[in-house]
């Protein structure tokens, strides 16, 4: 069974940090393309930051770069997207999906920023 679980998700206020998690299982985690993408209320599903199965290949949104980090742990089963220097217009629902064999999505997890 495949799963995707997100976390880190949270309250935090302008200029503040937080660094999401998803852990994955029930496929070859090494193979995929990882993704996050965000939906605020409202508005439709954007993808945020991508990692290539290996690591070595990264892509943001350009209203997150300098600011976003994605990273993965393929020993962990993991992907990370380490959120920095964060503003009110961040704050959405951050989903994880995966792309092997098959294209999978996480439950998401909540982000507010707002003081």
């Known amino acids: 069974q495949v799963q995707l679980v997100e976390s880190g998700g949270g309250l935090v206020q302008p200029g503040g940090s937080l660094r999401l998690s998803c852990v994955a299982s029930?496929?070859?985690?090494?193979?995929?393309?990882l993704r996050w993408y965000r939906q605020a209320p409202g508005k439709e599903r954007e993808l945020v930051a991508s990692?290539?199965?290996?690591?070595?290949?990264?892509n943001y949104a350009d209203s997150v770069k300098g600011r976003f980090t994605v990273s993965r742990d393929n020993a962990k089963n993991t992907v990370y997207l380490q959120m920095n220097s964060l503003k009110p217009e961040d704050t959405a629902v951050y989903y994880c999906?995966?792309?092997?064999?098959?294209?999978?999505w996480g439950q998401g997890t909540q982000v507010t920023v707002s003081s």
């Open positions: 999906r995966a792309h092997g064999l098959g294209v999978y």
């Open positions: 029930g496929f070859i985690f090494s193979s995929a393309v």
């Open positions: 990692i290539s199965s290996a690591g070595g290949v990264t």
